[in-house]
Structure formats: C-alpha cells, structure tokens
C-alpha cells in the first residue's frame, strides 16, 4: 500500500520546480507530476496553489530571527532579521515574489514579529509603531529583493544604459551628474544603504518618544 505524501515533500518538490521554472512554473499539476501521484492527491495537503505558496512563504523564513542574542541592542536585532529576510528570499528564484501577498499566522512569522517589536518596545517605542515599523522593514527587504532578483543578466541593460546616458546629458543634468550612480551594480552596498536609512528614521522616532 502506497504511504500518504508527505506535507514537506509536497513543499519541496514546489521549490525544486520553482529554481527550474519560477514562480510561473508552480502549479499543481507539476507538482504532483515530480512525486509521482495525481493531482487530488495534493488536495489533502493543500485546496489551491496559493495555499501551497503560503507553505513555500512560510518555510523560506525558518531560519529567520531563530537565534537573537540575548540583550542585544534594537538596532542590531533589526539589522540581523532584516539582513536574514533577504538571505532567505535570495535562496530561491523568485523567492521574494512567493513571500509577497501571503498572510500568514505560523510559528514563523509570529516568532519574526515577536523579536521586531520587542526590540523596539524595549527601546521605548510604542507597541503600535514597533508593529507598524516592523512590518515596514519587512516590506523594504521583500521589495528590494524582488528587484534585485529581476535584474537581467542578458547584457541587456548595456543598451538601456546608452539610452539612459543620451537622454540624460541631454536633458536631465542631475541624473547626468549621477551617471556613474546609476550605472552600478552593487545590491549588497544599495541595501544596506536603505537598511540604514530606515534604521536612522526609526532612531530619530525613538528619540521624540516621551
């Protein structure tokens, strides 16, 4: 007699065909194909592909905020999260595009949202803005990944690089002034950038809270 699939063979077998096909690429049907079984065989599991990306979103953060050092100071905690959103999204192809539009109530999400706004409630921020600041950060991190993982590696920015630098000596002295801003490509120094940005914003916050 056959043994049930698994719930977590069923999640993986959808990450295997989302490194090869993308987020398009997942369906059901492929899914079911890659264990060997029918179709209705998953519904035991999963009633819609977007509950089986919730699953996928769900996994992909395992390991996020899983170890917080004790006393560490809030910035630090919301770097780290922050920083490991972004690793776990980068695992995957399209990895950050699966996490957007999942609402989620796991283990995983709420432990994420726990560490967030106990660092910022122990720094003295209401638990409101701790929330709502936590839940930005992770917006930030979500976004930045999704455009970091549609950059084409085609060479074919190289053409719209030319069109870029035409158009904007021509017409646009600020941006042609930061042509050499534009033209780079280090997502690593773009993020943390913008991490810090955010990070400052939320120190100036604090600092106004009575």
Known sequence: MRQPIARDNIVEAAFKILDEAGMEGVTLRKVAC?????????YWHFKSKQALVDAMADAMIVDVARHIPEGQPWRQTLLQIAREFRIAFKARRDGARVYAGTFLATENVLRVGEAS??????????????????????????????????????GSMEALGEAFMALA????????????????????TRFEQGLGLMLDGIELRLALTP
Do not use: K
């Open 117 to 154: 706004i106990a660092a910022l409630v122990g720094a003295g921020a209401s638990v409101r803005f701790a929330a709502t600041a936590s839940m930005d950060l992770v917006y930030y991190a979500m976004g930045f990944v999704i455009e970091e993982q549609s950059w084409p590696g085609d």
């Open 34 to 42: 890659t264990l060997g079984i029918r179709a209705p065989s998953l």
């Open 169 to 188: 000596e021509a017409r646009f002295p600020h941006c042609w002034d930061a042509r050499e801003v534009w033209s780079e490509v280090d997502f690593d």
